[in-house]
């Protein structure tokens, strides 16, 4: 049965891979599906004398013998294939290794001449992973011995394999080391060899021969199949019949014949027919049937059959003019007789038969002038007819005067004649071509030839040719559609969109990742069953379908999954307005809800920025960057895209893969670095409003949130951001506040109201926001339409306060004109004492100090308070510090509960992903743990040790609270880094370190069972000798010993110390020397290598880091009240009563958010464009002005005038010819007169008349 299956699934040619793969795996019932022939009837030679039959095989070899050799009467005297070869299980298949070539395995398959196309075409496509082809070349004729003359090499070289390379084609020839398929394969070789990497599976050459023509066949028989098949060629410098080691695959086509030419005909056109009805792309997803021309090089008499079989199903032909035999023949025939054709065309009725009648003998005149040995020439002649009513499927190339570099423009144009007679009369005469050209990906053609402005298109006519660029990944032709009149917004529906993510090639980590999403949301709904129907699905697919059962299935709600996934807490789903799923926030829930509510025709509300999300989860970097350009808040998407690479680069395990999805993150990160900066430098105000901007595109996070969220270093060691960081930390004191003037002030808060602190003005803050000081009143009025930045706590909670919401802007625009809405006025007093406690500056300083107070309080109970447990103790300063860690528990609850507007599941994670977090949630499990044990008298002394312990923790706390610091933040992160250092240099040591510990310590002492000291022993002591404590007197026993010892086992085992072993006391010494030697100079040295080349690699880098790292801490200290542990309760407290008893909003919560909507938000995005336009500009500028770029450009003009001079060799050889035809004509002329002069028979009475007068008569 399952035989019987996979028949079925090669025979359909478009099934699942991975279901191929399964089947395939099972080599055993390949000979059963694939036969060979064998002849089984013996029909006599009679050029043999009855030796050999007509097939080619002796007598013995045959099973019967035909009734003609019994009887005088000759029943049968001709050979067939199908009534005299029976079919048996093919024994030769499998991958094919030529001996002492270096090229990778061919693959080979022996099978029957009626085997289905479609059943070797999946078999080659599916099993032998060949790509499918964008074009096949069939190269038919100059087989056999004969010299293949030297511009037919030229034109197989540099025209049609490299045009193949550029258009990712089949060439099939025979594959055998003669003729034409010799040619081929040593050009390809070549080819191969001088392209990059990127490009050499684009050509496969395919040799198509009969199998008993093939030398040393017997070397591939093998009925198990062969992996791989060993085959000897001999003499590889002359031509023969053995099989050629540049083609990557082989069908050896049996017709139960040996030694016989022809035997492939028939199955090769079938293939060729069958290949033409299959779609090109992934998954069969282009816009037009695979295109097959066949090239007719010289060629027999036979070939006329192979010509019109071919015809005969509409595949299109190329014959090379001048390269001999039939190929000549077919060029005279087409060019010569258009006279005939005019006349047999006007012919009508009755009067029809007389042209044909001349036709007829004008071919024959010509088949008796090219064949004068064939006897049938009258079958000839019908075949040479046959061919001629077929003539617009045939393009005639003089390959000897055109020469073989515009060979690609030949067969399009040869591919696109011939598909205009098929074509309807609806269709563009151009959309074939450009399919055509899509199809090759030949941009260049697409350009000069269609979109010159000679053309108009129209969406109907681009709109197939947008999805096939799309999906096989041609992102010059999708920019040069949109270019040309295609829009997206029509373009693109959800429904569309869904169909691009369905065309995912599989294998890809993009699809194993959707499909996992698909297999959850299908298990949801009943697994086994979904995962059945899955299956059968998958085995139903028909030829015609583009794509596999699973791949239908798939929706956006999955793709938004993937998202979710990638993007984590960062941003809101994707897609679930769409789904109808907005207002669910369980995933089990969505799962149970999702259904088919996507409107398929609806357009996609964000075009671009899909697409640049669908390009991205495909790591296609030329089209995501593309896409990227088109889609607007180019910052923000550029970050996402960085973010969405850095996470597929975690879930990705090809190692090339992950670095390019690595190095397009950081181009990513590159360009938002640039255009940020290009907007920085154009408007300060704007782009502080950028960073904070709250995006619908890309799920209302922000441009600071994304960059944390990617771990863009890059991005925020931009001066901007740090620019705006600064405003954020200072709130609304002058940035260059001295630290002194702080502390003053904050030991003595009556000094803010004095001059010692400068404030920012009101005015101050409003010429920042609007434009620069310098500009104009219209200036400062355009500025402001874009909107304003938020940058203290005094102006965010007025905003707040207005009745528009906690999200409107402070600048307003009505009909262009802004007015600014200022905030209800307070008293000096009040408004100076935000304005000092309220900065983010202010509630640092004072935790700092706060937290110090903390340690000393800390280490004053440890140290001189711990009081015995209760009753005699705790002590009040020991209350105190329980309150003190108590209040700084309350703080975290806030920071991990009640900020921010997510669940608590993400917040927790958020929590979590933190360092310093962990740390502290450590700190105060180990308060908690010590704070129980010191309550009771026996665990009191483990109470005290984690209390201990714990002061440890607090203390290291510090280094985060000073990693603000310019100078002290980048060395905090080199420390950092080399922790790394060391946990290696550790585990070099310990394994050294044991080493010689137990060696050391069983030849020191026979006998010493008691587990304490052989732990100091073995691990402590021999950790004090790196340090230079080296006990000499217990090591050497040659050194007197004071500590008393015994030999008696029993007091050993009581716990007395036993005596050093004489015996082997020179190998210890020995061993300490070792010892010492590796670890104070290899180790230790190895160690501060190490260091030194962190050091100098992180030294380069640690302001990036530490700039990175200064965003989180100002976003702590943001969102933290005023006052610091153990009086933050009080804030705590106030906090209760404005949610809970006043219901007042939270101010903070939208802290670093800015939503704009309408006009403002409108031109703040136009704004950001018109930068990113000015940036791209300036990048091409200089890429134009870089030398590649100039080589390039003098490559090209040199080519044109290679181009112009070939042309002008052309017409100058046109007017050479042109001379000798009218010398000829001259010539001709001359010799009429004078035989008509010499013709005249009766003389006149009188002499001739003069020149003149006879050239009158003339």
């Known amino acids: 049965m399952y035989v019987r299956q996979g028949a079925n699934l090669l025979k359909n040619g478009n099934a699942i891979n991975n279901l191929c793969d399964f089947f395939f795996s099972f080599q055993s019932w390949i000979p059963k599906i694939i036969k060979k022939r064998v002849c089984t009837t013996f029909v006599e030679d009679s050029f043999s004398n009855g030796r050999l039959c007509q097939c080619g095989g002796a007598r013995d070899t045959h099973a019967s013998v035909a009734l003609g050799d019994y009887f005088s009467s000759a029943i049968v005297n001709h050979w067939d294939s199908a009534q005299h070869s029976s079919e048996y299980p093919t ?49 038919v004729g100059g087989e056999g011995r004969a010299k293949v003359k030297t511009w037919v090499r030229e034109v197989l070289r540099q025209g049609l394999v490299k045009a193949s390379q550029s ?90 014949s040996e030694g016989r030419r022809g035997g492939e005909t028939g199955f090769r056109a079938r293939l060729e027919d069958y290949i033409s009805h299959q779609r090109t792309g992934i998954w069969g997803s282009g816009s037009i049937d695979i295109p097959v021309l066949c090239m007719l090089v010289s060629g027999n008499p036979s070939m006329l059959e192979r010509v019109d079989l071919s015809l005969k199903n509409s595949i299109p032909w190329l014959v090379l003019a001048g390269s001999g035999g039939v190929a000549d023949f077919l060029s005279d025939m087409l060019e010569n007789l258009s006279s005939a054709t005019a006349v047999s065309s006007a012919a009508e009725g009755d009067g ?41 499927y045939i393009t005639i190339y003089h390959g000897e005067q055109e020469g073989p570099d515009d060979f690609d423009t030949v067969l399009l144009k040869s591919l696109v004649g011939a598909s205009k007679q098929r074509m309807s009369t609806d269709a563009s005469p151009y959309t074939e071509e450009l399919k055509l050209a899509v199809t090759w990906n030949r941009v260049d053609i697409a350009k000069s030839e269609l979109f010159n402005g000679d053309i108009h298109w129209t969406y109907a006519d681009l709109e197939d040719s947008m999805t096939d660029a799309l999906v096989n990944n041609k992102p010059q032709f999708v920019r040069l559609f949109t270019e040309n009149g295609l829009n997206i917004l029509d373009y693109l529906t959800y429904g569309r969109l869904e169909s691009l993510y369905r065309s995912v090639a599989d294998g890809t980590l993009a699809y194993q990742l959707l499909q996992r999403r698909l297999v959850e949301r299908q298990g949801n709904s009943g697994s086994a069953h979904s995962v059945a129907n899955l299956l059968d699905s998958s085995a139903k697919v028909t030829a015609g379908s583009t794509m596999s059962g699973p791949a239908k299935e798939l929706s956006l709600f999955e793709v938004s999954r993937v998202l979710e996934m990638l993007m984590g807490d960062v941003c809101k789903p994707f897609y679930f307005d769409v789904l109808g799923l907005e207002n669910i926030s ?12 996507l409107a398929k025709e609806k357009r996609c509300l964000f075009p671009w920025a899909s697409l640049f999300i669908w390009a991205v989860l495909q790591n296609r970097s030329e089209m995501a960057v593309f896409f990227w350009e088109m889609a607007g808040e180019s910052v923000l998407s550029a970050l996402s895209g960085c973010k969405m690479l850095r996470e597929l680069s975690k879930l990705e395990s090809e190692t090339e893969t992950k670095l390019s999805m690595k ?69 609304d004191m002058k940035r260059n506040t001295e630290v002194w003037k702080l ?29 620069k000081p310098s500009e104009d009143a219209l200036g400062r009025d355009n500025d402001s339409l874009y909107g304003t930045t938020v940058f203290s706590f005094s102006d965010i909670k007025h905003i707040e306060a207005e009745a528009q919401g906690p999200n409107t802007p402070r600048s307003a625009t009505i009909k262009g004109i802004p007015h600014t809405r200022s905030p209800p006025k307070r008293p000096f007093i009040v408004s100076r004492w935000r304005q000092f406690w309220f900065a983010p500056v202010t509630a640092f300083l004072g935790n700092v100090l706060m937290y110090f107070l903390f340690l000393l309080l800390f280490a004053y109970v440890l140290l001189a308070d711990f009081k015995p447990p209760p009753p005699a103790g705790p002590s009040i300063a020991e209350y105190v510090l329980y309150f003190w860690v108590f209040t700084i528990v309350c703080e975290e609850i806030r920071e991990t509960f009640f900020v921010g507007n997510m669940t608590w599941r993400q917040r927790l994670r958020l929590y979590m992903q933190d360092v310093w977090n962990k740390c502290d949630l450590t700190a105060i499990i180990l308060f908690i743990i010590g704070l129980i044990c010191r309550m009771f008298k026996l665990s009191y002394e483990y109470g005290r040790a984690f209390l201990c312990v714990d002061y440890m923790v607090f203390t290291l706390r510090l280094i985060h609270i000073f990693a603000i610091h310019k100078q002290l933040g980048p060395k905090i992160i080199i420390v950092g880094k080399m922790m790394k250092d060391v946990f290696f240099f550790l585990f070099f040591l310990g394994v050294w370190l044991m080493a010689y510990g137990v060696a050391n310590q069983a030849l020191l002492y026979s006998y010493d069972p008691n587990p304490d000291r052989i732990f100091r022993r073995v691990f402590y002591r021999p950790y004090l000798h ?25 007091d050993i085992e009581a716990g007395a110390e036993p005596c050093r072993s004489q015996y082997s006391n020179w190998l210890v010494v020995i061993l300490l020397v070792i010892y010492l030697l590796v670890t104070n100079i290899l180790l230790i040295n190895l160690l501060i290598a190490m260091f030194s080349y962190t050091f100098s690699k992180v030294q380069e880098n640690s302001d ?59 031109r703040l995005m136009t704004w950001e464009t018109i930068q990113k336009e000015n940036f791209l500009t300036n990048q091409s500028k200089i890429q134009k002005g870089s030398d590649s770029e100039r080589l390039k450009r003098l490559s090209a003009k040199v080519d044109s005038v290679l181009k112009h001079l070939t042309e002008t060799r052309d017409f100058d050889h046109r007017l050479r010819a042109l001379e000798n035809e009218m010398e000829y004509c001259s010539n001709a002329l001359s010799w009429i007169v004078d035989t008509l002069a010499q013709g005249s028979t009766a003389r006149p009475a009188r002499p001739p008349p003069p020149f003149r007068g006879i050239s009158h008569e003339l």
């Open 586 to 597: 369980s995933k089990r829930r969505a799962l149970r809800s999702v259904a088919s509510l």
């Open 1104 to 1162: 990036v880091y530490w700039k990175f790292q200064r965003y989180n801490l100002i976003v702590e200290y943001h969102s933290r009240p005023s006052l610091a542990p153990p009086f933050i309760i009080l804030s705590h407290l106030h906090l209760i009563i404005k949610r809970n008893i006043r219901k007042m909003p939270s101010v903070k919560i939208h802290h670093f958010v800015l939503e704009l909507k309408g006009k403002a938000a409108n």
């Open 167 to 256: 258009t990712g084609a089949w060439i099939i020839t025979a594959g055998l080391r003669e003729g034409v398929g010799r040619c081929v394969g040593e050009a390809v070789r070549d080819h191969a060899t001088a392209a990059a990497s990127v490009s050499l599976n684009k050509v496969v050459s395919l040799g198509i021969a009969p199998w008993g023509l093939v030398h040393n066949r017997q070397q591939l028989v093998n009925p198990q199949g062969s992996f791989p098949a060993k085959y000897y060629v001999q003499n590889t410098s002359r031509d023969s019949c053995c099989l050629d080691n540049n083609y990557q695959a082989f069908l050896l086509v049996d017709d139960g």
């Open 743 to 771: 502390l003053l002030t904050f030991f003595c808060p009556i000094l803010c109201y004095t001059n010692l602190i400068s404030f920012r003005e009101q005015e101050d803050q409003q010429q920042e926001e609007s434009g």
């Open 663 to 731: 190095e397009l993150a950081q181009r990513f990160e590159n360009l938002a670095h640039d255009v940020f900066s290009s907007c920085y430098q154009s408007s300060e105000s704007r782009s502080f409003t950028l960073l904070i901007r709250k995006s619908p595109v890309w799920g209302g996070t922000t441009c600071l949130q994304m960059a944390m969220s990617a771990d863009a270093r890059l991005f925020f060691s931009q001066d901007g951001v740090q620019s705006f960081l600064s405003h954020i930390w200072w709130g």
């Open 352 to 392: 029809e038969a007389a042209p044909s009648v001349d036709l007829k003998d004008r071919v024959t005149e010509r088949v008796r002038k090219y064949f004068p040995t064939e006897a049938d020439t009258d079958k000839l002649v019908e075949r040479a007819l046959s061919i001629y009513q077929n003539r617009d």
């Open 1026 to 1050: 790196i340090f230079g404590q080296i006990p000499v007197e217990e090591i050497d026993v040659g050194k007197q010993w004071d500590m008393p010892c015994t030999d008696n086992m029993t």
């Open 91 to 139: 024994d030769a298949f499998g991958e094919l290794q030529f001996a002492g070539a270096s090229k990778r395995h061919s693959y080979f398959l022996r099978m029957s001449w009626d085997t289905p196309p479609s059943m070797v075409y999946t078999l080659m496509t599916a099993h032998w992973g060949l790509p499918a082809p964008n074009l096949v070349v069939s190269v």
